[in-house]
């Protein structure tokens, strides 16, 4: 930060911090670099003078690995059978953290399910770490020289994807797709493709897009797959993983269609709630993972018109047995202790006691009309409780009076 007179500029620390390295250019006495800062979008990347970063060798090696390309160069097409599948008894070595032993099993169970071609939904309750299971499973493929990965979820949790992959596999490439045109531009530009020829082993007369992909997992959001179909559809996915699946229970949904067209060797399903007690939306689930064991929805109907006799129902978890795994708190977690709950009381500040009489005094007559619906006044009084400035207005009305 710099206050000087009148001008005051505030630069964040993250925006000083080297994030990735995703070019160079020049000799090596004057080698420049283009960098993406942390929590800067790949639009605002810069080129930077390797003495102005020298302090940051470890993202300046990074870069120099990924782009050696040799792991790339030895990625292969591996002919799946039952008979490969290994089951570890202990956390693997790949992974940079100690996994629990349900998560052992579920990183076994998705390696099993891998080797046998069966498409799945890990169903676990939340907070049983679906995310670290899910990177250990791409890490154990990654070990095996198979990739690339895609990994679609929600905006508001990749940047956690991110960091899980940084903690427990930081050794793999991972991608963040998505932001403006323009930083999407710049990501495909740098971070997808190697040159043409990077790979000695195939030669440039035969080498394919598919041979110079750069990175090993693309992170992105459902925005971005409706979006950039064009863009991602034509890689051959090893393994395409859809976090908070139960969002494609509608098949007429643009996600569950571009999802459908994309190749994928393997999906997975994230989801702590794949019933929600709707059958039909069960089977729509079911359709993207198999489209021809679960092939019509009528049939599915008829097979479990009764869902509520027994018979019906251990039918149906039998069906779903091999493309399901669910856990939940109590059964794995015996040693947790009982839920404790405290409860803070916090007084309403002298603003938001002065709005929050404002919102009942101009409502006044709807509060006091018997059967009123009052739900929206309910709302910005909950606004008022959270922020004065979330009340539509006050935040412009303060800064007058302040000026």
Partial sequence: MSNSGDDFVAIHP????????????????EKEYLVKFKELSYDECYWE?????????????????????????????????????KQFDHTPEF??????????????????????????ILADEMGLGKTIQSIA????????????????????????????????????NVVMYGGTSQARTVVRDHEFY????????????????????????????YEMINVDTEVLKPIKWKCMIVDEGHRLKNKNSKLFNSLKQYTSEHRILLTGT????????????????????????????????????????????????????RRVKKDVLKDMPSKKELILRVDLSSKQKIIYKAIMTRNYKILAKRGA???????????????PYMVEGVKVHLVKECS
């Fill in 274 to 325: 794949p019933l929600q007690n709707n059958l039909d939306e069960l089977f729509v689930l079911m359709h993207f993972l198999d489209a021809e064991k679960f092939g019509s929805l009528e049939e599915f109907q008829e097979q479990f018109k009764d869902i509520d006799q027994e018979e019906q129902i251990s039918r149906l978890h039998k069906m779903l047995a091999p493309h399901l795994l």
């Fill in 373 to 387: 619906k009052i739900s929206n006044v309910l709302m910005e009084l909950r606004k008022a409780c959270l922020h």
């Fill in 49 to 85: 003078s390797e003495s102005d970063i020298s302090t940051f060798q470890n993202e300046i090696q990074r870069f120099k690995d990924i782009n050696s390309g040799h792991r790339r160069d030895k990625y292969v097409d591996h002919e799946r059978n039952h008979e490969d599948f």
């Fill in 194 to 221: 190697f040159p043409k020829g990077h790979n000695k082993m195939i030669g440039i007369s035969g080498e394919s897009r598919q041979d110079r992909i750069k990175f090993d997992v693309i992170l992105t959001s």
């Fill in 95 to 120: 992974i940079t953290g100690s996994l629990h032993p349900y998560q052992l099993e579920g990183l076994n169970f998705l390696r099993f399910t891998w080797s046998n071609r069966t498409h799945v």
């Fill in 137 to 172: 499973f791409l890490a154990s493929l990654f070990e095996e020289n198979l990739a690339p990965y895609l990994v679609v979820a929600p905006l508001s949790t990749l940047r956690n994807w991110e960091r899980e992959f940084a903690t427990w596999a930081p050794h793999m």
């Fill in 14 to 29: 993250e925006w000083t911090i080297v994030d990735r390295i995703i070019d160079c250019r020049g000799e090596s006495e």
